[in-house]
């Protein structure tokens, strides 16, 4: 959020604009006067159109059946301003004229500035809405609680029902229970199956709970006018743990205490009674109502017990001692249900003039009010803070806290007298005036199924569900026999295939070995050539060195040759002089001295050109010598760098054959491996297919059986029901179990 739009709101809520006088804009005032004046004629009193009283600045905060009336600090969102501006309609007053502007806009500055009570009030107060909740999460009660071997056989048996004065959907299981004339049954609802019913021969069921772990059903009913009582059954069982109540008419409400110590129960005699459990003893009377009572209830942790009347009236009370704690405000039209939200804290009811109210247990305020039905007829809180509601206008829906929709079914053709929801709200169950019972399952608007209130009775069930299996072995068992013929041509194919397949790996592996072996043996050879290869490089250098030496030497030597050649060229010219001079004179002296030195220059000369000839000569032998065996070198080196690399050529060759080979092995086992699966499969596919087959057939087989028993059975049973009128004979004559 940026600094200005928190700038923004403080200024909002802390420097309101003044009226002329310096105060804020307040509730007692300013907006009172303008209520009283243009609104109260039609919203004060019991009789307050939708619900919303606005004669004081609680009853304008709590709202009417619309929702909240004023949202402090948005007038645009609040719905007074809106229909008093005709920004939306109804328009408010009805069949007038709008507001003054100068009204408006102290209503509307009185609801963006926080709607303060007094001058001295602080803004931003909110309408009490009630306790925080936070969704409860049941601890588990040691699992699903289910009947198991109980009685399935009813009292009654028909199709047309007679209405469903009470549904109970179990906190444990996706159980519920189905209250109908002398007796309760009890539906699984995962297959809709009938499993207990709980003989009631006392009369009508009017109501039905289950205590927190599922394990107890508590009843009340009886015969208008005659007696009533209360009853618990053990849900797993079916049989009865206790009866209490003489009641002098029909018991309409009954519930037991979370320490299962006490049982409150209620009807048309105007109280509301507490017995022990353990004695049966009277503990209170609560005698405060003034008319039927219709509804009573114990707080989830046990504390409290609420009380409702056909008048309206709504009292709470302490569980353990029967002493008033609350007396809430009594409902126009009277209260139908009650229930207690699963944290103890809120209590819901729903009233004959159609709205739903919760109020809080502090102080006994109501929080929460909005218009559900034409008369709403049954509630049932959800774990979730959510609530089952149903009316007489034929609807029914799960609604949020706040009473906004959550989900909503389809509409029944006549009044919903009856709704309950399992835990999670994945199954609701709808039961009408005319004997419907619809199944509905998460966000679906249209029943799954349809149960009946009256089911059928063992003998009906058993002839209908070996029908049905015969009828579905019909068209089952030609399939499976065609299964277990195409399981048998699939293994037929693959036998021969084995064998071949076996074969084919092992001359791959033996090819994938021998190549193995070839390409390690040229890889030696290979390994050994690159060893002499390297042997014969190694004096290479040396012979190199000594050429170039030699190359180096040569033209040194020619170069002393050619000056020794000249030098011996000048000892001839000064000899050739020195023997002119001498003929001339061959007695001077000087003249044979001159001829001696030049004779001894020339030999001089002469043996030099000949050492620098000869030295020149070697020189030249020795690079000869040298570029020789280096040519000859080279060759042989070229001979074995030409093996080494026919015999690397061949290694690698070698090597690729061999990784081919494997690889080919490798294939042949893959496929070897999958064909053996493929038999594996095919083998456990003919087995299951033929012992599915075989199966059915004994299926088909034992309901012929049970055929031939039970529909005789049935054929008598349901001349019988036909006389009675669809009382089912208990005790008399053959009867069957039913487990199906």
Known sequence: MSLLLHISIAAAFTAPSAKDDGRPVNFVDDVQPILREHCQSCHRGSRAKNGLKLKTMKEVLLGGSSGAAVVPGDSSASLLYLVISH???????????????????????????GC????????????????????????????????????TQPVWSTFRANTVTALAAS??????????????????????????????????????????????????????????LAVAWDVVTGTRLFELGD?????????????????????????????????????????????????????????LVATADRAGGLFIWEALTGREFHQLEASDGGINALDWRADSMVVAIATERGDVRQYEMNNGNRTRRWGAHEGVLALDF??????????????????????????GFAKAASPVTSIAATRDGAHVLVGTLTGGLRHYVADKEKPRSFLRVNPRTDEERAVLHSEARLAALEVELPTFEVAVEEAQVTLTALIPTIAPAEELVAMTEAAAQQS??????????????????????????????????????????????ERARAALDEALAVSSAAEEVFTISPDDPAAQAAQQAANDALAGATDATHQADLDLAKAEIATHSAQTALTLWRA??????????????????????????????????????????????ATASLTRATTTFETARTDQAHHVTL??????????????????????????????????
């Open 516 to 561: 193995a072996q070839g390409a390690s043996r040229a890889r030696a050879e290979e390994q050994t050539a690159a060893a002499r290869l390297t042997a014969i490089q190694a004096p290479l250098p040396d012979k190199e060195v000594a050429l170039a030496a030699a190359e180096a030497a040569e033209p040194q030597l020619r170069t002393a040759k």
């Open 171 to 228: 906190p444990s299981a996706p159980l519920v229970a189905v209250a109908g004339h002398e007796q309760v049954t009890l539906y699984g609802l995962e297959h809709d199956s009938v499993l207990a019913v709980l003989p009631f021969p006392e009369g009508q069921v009017h109501s039905l709970r289950f205590n927190a772990s599922g394990s107890i059903l508590i009843g009340g009913g009886g015969r208008a006018g005659d007696s009533g």
């Open 636 to 681: 042989r080196l070229a001979t074995h760098v030409s093996e080494h690399a026919k015999l690397e050529t061949r290694a690698v060759e070698a090597e690729l054959v061999a990784t081919n080979a494997r690889a080919t092995a490798t294939d042949a086992v893959n496929q070897f491996t999958a064909l053996q699966t493929r038999h594996t499969e």
């Open 707 to 740: 055929l031939e028993t039970a529909r005789p059975a049935w054929d008598a049973l349901r001349a019988y029901l036909e006389q009675s009128g669809g009382r089912v004979p208990q005790g008399e004559g053959l009867t069957l179990t039913f487990q199906g």
């Open 382 to 407: 959800l774990p979730d803070g959510r609530l089952a509601t149903a009316g007489r206008n034929g609807f029914s829906v799960l609604a949020n806290g706040d009473g906004s929709r959550s989900q």
């Open 87 to 113: 920004e939306k309609s109804p328009n408010m007053p009805p069949d007038e004229d709008r507001l003054p502007d100068e009204l408006l806009q102290t209503v509307r500055q009185w609801i963006d500035e």
């Open 116 to 151: 303060r009570e007094t001058s001295t009030s602080k803004p931003g107060v909110r309408a009490d809405t009630g306790p925080a909740f936070e969704p409860v999460v049941l601890p588990p009660s040691g699992g699903a609680v289910v009947p198991k071997g109980a009685r």
């Open 247 to 303: 009641e002098p008419d029909v018991v309409l409400d009954a519930d037991i205490s979370l320490d299962h110590s006490t049982v409150i129960l209620g009807g048309p005699d105007r109280i509301a009674r507490a017995y022990s459990t353990s004695s049966g003893e009277l503990l209170y009377e609560l005698t405060k109502h003034n008319d039927w009572v219709t509804a009573c209830a114990f707080s989830p942790d046990g504390v």
